[in-house]
């Protein structure tokens, strides 16, 4: 018994340290927030203080969505941009509209907290 207790210990140290749910599910790849940062920071200005804003809100929109539900919200808006009439389910769907809503909302918080 203690060594399945080690063993899972070893396999699962957030749980050991009292990380919270969104720390455990915060998987956004290193790529995609140079994206998100590159991105903040050519709407914002190219500043080291942006830099450090820019950050922080990637940081703070990880610890809300995961990175699956982050990519669905992305790929809605891309397919919103595309335009025809296949892509107006991005446009009308529920799901589609909440998946971007949880994104804006995500945003929202990151800009209150880092800007």
């Known amino acids: ?3 399945a207790l080690v063993a899972l ?3 699962a140290p957030g749980l050991a340290l009292g990380q919270t749910a969104a720390e455990r599910l915060n ?3 290193t790529a995609a927030r140079a994206d998100y940062v590159f991105a903040c ?3 914002n200005g190219t500043t080291r203080e942006m ?8 940081d703070e929109v990880a610890q809300i969505l ?6 669905e919200a ?3 808006l891309s397919m919103r941009r595309v335009g025809g009439e296949r892509m107006a389910v991005f446009n009308s769907s529920a799901a589609a509209q909440n998946l971007v809503a949880e994104l804006r909302r995500a945003q929202a918080e990151a800009e ?3 800007f």
């Not at 830099?51 to 990637?58: A, D, E, I, W």
């Not at 995961?66 to 990519?71: G, K, N």
């Open 41 to 43: 920071m050519s709407t």
């Open 66 to 71: 995961s990175y699956e539900e982050y990519l």
């Open 1 to 3: 018994m203690g060594r």
């Open 112 to 114: 209150i907290v880092c």
């Open 51 to 58: 830099l450090q804003k820019c950050s922080c809100s990637v």
């Open 9 to 11: 210990l070893i396999a």
């Open 27 to 29: 998987d956004f790849p």
């Open 74 to 76: 992305e790929t809605v």
